[in-house]
């Protein structure tokens, strides 16, 4: 095998992998604008054989609030169980197990989870895939004092920055905040209101960003509000049928669940002991 920085020639490469195991989904390697995105603000990787005829495998890293996380890594069928993905996470994550900083959300594939764990990483809570109908939240206890403001995306982000830090999680320097606004600008698609501010009065206390079909993500450091927040967030979409990924400890699930949403996959959060990802935030599986 030989491994390698990939480059714009090796995105259908990328897309016949991601499409033999089922990711067909916007935001996955069949995505070539996601790949594309990448590329542009993180380092991907691709293995392929000796010979140079065939790549089997990509996988790619990217800065999120000064941590790495490891966005996707997939081996194509036909390569599985001969240690192409661990060789290629020991290329991104070149330092091995002692390297800090280091997240991902791994699938219930049942090779995913040991490689991680050799690479030093430890499971904590689900990632829960989630959709339903915003209207079946009509009207909820507790999140009518909440204002829901429709904003751009470099604004969101900077929002989302300061609840961040307020909040004691672990973020970068404040230069990162370009980072993050590229994340938000990827996220709405190019829409020029697609950030949301969630309001309790005049104070924010929730910062997110909207796609054509749900909530991406949501920063709420405050676990009283994290269920109000998320619910006023997603009764603003315009969309009837909307998704979202939450952990599993999160307190929003069990009101989404007793309005008819459903849980239709989930991940697994695993991290080095020195990233602690917040249970009250919404979040993306592929950028975090």
């Known amino acids: 095998m030989v491994f390698r920085l990939a480059g714009e020639d090796d995105v259908p490469a990328i897309r016949r992998i991601s499409l033999a195991l089922g990711q067909a989904e916007e935001d996955s390697g069949s995505d070539a604008e996601y790949v594309q995105f990448l590329l542009a603000t993180g380092t991907v990787m691709v293995a392929e054989t000796a010979s140079g005829s065939s790549v089997i495998a990509w996988g790619a890293v990217k800065q999120s609030r000064g941590r790495s996380m490891l966005t996707d890594l997939f081996v194509d ?53 989630m959709s339903g109908d915003r209207r079946s939240l009509a009207g909820p206890d507790g999140s009518a004092h909440l204002e829901v403001r429709q904003v751009d995306a470099g604004s969101a982000a900077a929002a989302d920055m300061r609840l961040a830090s307020a909040g004691r999680a672990d973020v970068a320097d404040v230069a990162d905040i370009a980072g993050l606004a590229a994340d938000y600008r990827w996220w709405g698609r190019g829409r020029l209101l697609s950030g949301l501010i969630v309001l309790d009065g005049a104070r924010p206390v929730a910062a997110g960003v909207a796609t054509r079909s749900g909530l991406a993500h949501l920063t709420c450091p405050d676990e009283r509000n994290a269920a109000p927040a998320v619910i006023a967030a997603l009764l603003a979409l315009d969309a009837p049928e909307v998704s979202l990924c939450l952990p599993g400890p999160h307190p929003a699930v069990r009101d989404l669940l007793e309005a008819g949403f459903r849980i239709d996959d989930y991940d697994i959060s695993m991290s080095t002991p020195d990233v602690s990802l917040a249970s009250t935030w919404v979040y993306s599986p592929g950028l975090g």
């Open 77 to 129: 069928p036909d390569h599985q169980a001969r240690g192409v993905g661990a060789g290629l996470l020991r290329r991104l994550w070149p330092n091995g197990p002692q390297e800090p900083a280091r997240f991902t959300f791994s699938s219930r594939h049942p090779a995913a989870l040991p490689i991680y764990a050799r690479a030093g990483l430890a499971p904590s809570w689900p990632l829960l895939y």
